[in-house]
C-alpha cells in the first residue's frame, strides 16, 4: 500500500500557513554524515528493546536543507517506529539511504520531480503497521493512532512540512503486522566551488574539535515541551549532566507542576509555541511562583516574534532551534550550572 502525502497538502499547507513560520537555514549536506551525527540522538529516544541499523547507500549526492529541522523529521519518525513496535515488545528500527533517479521518484507517484539524482532516506520498523484507510489520513493535521493524550497527532504533518520546504517528497508504506516504511526523497544538490571549500573546511574542523569543556552542573529544572521525543532527548542529556528535571507536556501540566511542587525549581525551561497555555502564557500565569526562578524560552521560530516578551522579562533568555546536545547543556550551565 502506497499513501502519497498529496491528499493531505491542502490540509497540512493552511496549517503551515495559519502558524509563525520557522526558521529554514538551508545548507549543503552530506546525508551519510547527517545522519552518523543525528544517531546520537535517535539511539536516546529509542528504549532498550529497539535497536537502530543505519545502512548507508554508496555515492549519494548532497542535498540542501536545514539541518536541524531534517534532525527533527527523523527523530519524530523514529518516534513513531518505537512506539510501533511497543506491543510486540520491540525490534528495529532500519534507516537505509539510497541514490535515485528523478524517474524512479516519479515512479513513486511524486509530482514533476526535478530531474537528476536524488537520496532516499527511508525509515522503516517491524510493529503492527497500518490498514488503507488509516494510512490514508495519517498526514492530515491532528490525526493520530495514538490513546487519547499521548500524542497531538502533528507529528507526521511536521516532518511533512520539513520535506516539502526542503523541495521533497514524504511517502509511507505499511500492511497490517508487516510494519511500516516513511521514505523521505530529496532532490540532490550540485554544490558549487565555494560551498565545496567551506565542506571541506568544516570537515577539516570537526577532525580537530577541543575535548568537550565540562558542561555537568546542578540544580532543579521544569522542562516544558509538547514534542515527547524533543522533550525525552533534552531530559535525558540534562539528567545526565547532573539536573534534576521535571517533565511536562505542556503550559497547563507545568502550571499544575508549579503549583503542587513545595521545592520550586532553579530554572524554567520551556517551549514557546504550544497548544492551550503557551511558554509567555505560562510565564504571566505563575509569575508569583517564579520569582527566583531562571527562564529560558526555546523555540523554532524566529526570536522576534517574542521580542516584546524578551523585552518586557529582563530574566528571560532565549535558545533558538534547532539546537545541539551541547548547545542545550551549554545553554543550562550558563543560567544554573555555575558557567560564565
Known amino acids: 500500500i502506497s499513501a502519497p502525502v498529496a491528499r493531505a497538502a491542502g490540509c497540512v499547507r493552511k496549517l503551515l500557513a495559519s502558524s509563525p513560520k520557522p526558521t529554514f537555514r538551508m545548507e549543503t549536506l552530506d546525508a551519510g554524515d547527517m545522519l ?19 545502512v548507508h547507500g554508496r555515492d549519494l549526492p548532497m542535498i540542501r536543507a536545514d539541518k536541524g529541522q531534517l534532525e527533527t523529521a527523523l527523530i519524530n519518525l523514529a518516534a513513531n517506529a518505537r512506539d510501533a513496535m511497543k506491543d510486540n515488545g520491540g525490534g528495529t528500527v532500519t534507516i537505509r539511504t539510497s541514490t535515485l533517479t528523478d524517474d524512479d521518484v516519479r515512479k513513486v507517484g511524486a509530482p514533476n520531480p526535478r530531474e537528476g539524482a536524488w537520496v532516499a532516506i527511508a525509515v522503516s520498523d517491524v510493529g503492527h503497521g497500518m490498514d488503507k484507510e488509516t494510512l490514508g489520513k495519517i498526514f492530515e493535521p491532528f490525526f493520530t493512532t495514538k490513546e487519547a493524550g499521548k500524542g497531538t497527532g502533528l507529528g507526521l504533518a511536521t516532518v511533512y512540512g520539513i520535506v516539502k520546504q526542503s523541495g521533497g517528497f514524504l511517502y509511507a508504506d505499511s500492511m497490517p503486522g508487516e510494519g511500516t516504511t516513511f521514505t523521505i526523497y530529496l532532490p540532490g544538490h550540485e554544490p558549487s566551488e565555494e560551498e565545496a571549500v567551506e565542506l571541506e573546511e ?9 575535548a568537550p569543556a565540562d558542561l555537568a552542573g546542578t540544580g532543579r529544572i521544569l522542562l516544558v515541551e509538547d ?48 497548544p492551550g497555555l503557551d511558554g509567555p502564557g505560562l510565564l504571566e500565569k505563575a509569575r508569583d511562583m517564579l520569582i527566583d526562578t531562571r527562564v529560558v524560552f526555546i523555540s523554532g521560530y524566529a526570536a522576534e516574534h517574542f521580542s516584546k516578551t524578551l523585552s518586557e522579562e529582563r530574566e528571560v533568555s532565549f535558545l533558538p532551534k534547532p539546537f545541539t546536545l551541547t548547545q542545550l547543556a551549554e545553554k543550562v550551565k550558563e543560567e544554573i550550572g555555575g558557567g560564565t
Do not use: H
Open 36 to 54: 552518523s551525527d543525528v544517531s546520537v540522538l535517535l539511539r536516546q529516544i529509542l528504549e532498550e528493546s529497539v535497536r537502530l541499523d543505519i
Open 202 to 210: 568544516v570537515k577539516v574542523a570537526k577532525a580537530v574539535e577541543p
Open 227 to 274: 514534542e515527547d521525543a524533543v522533550r525525552a532527548i533534552a531530559a535525558k542529556t540534562l539528567v545526565k549532566r547532573g539536573y534534576e528535571v521535571v517533565e511536562a507536556c505542556d503550559g497547563e501540566e507545568a502550571f499544575e507542576i508549579l503549583e503542587d511542587d513545595p521545592d520550586g525549581f532553579d530554572l524554567l525551561l520551556s517551549d514557546v509555541v504550544m
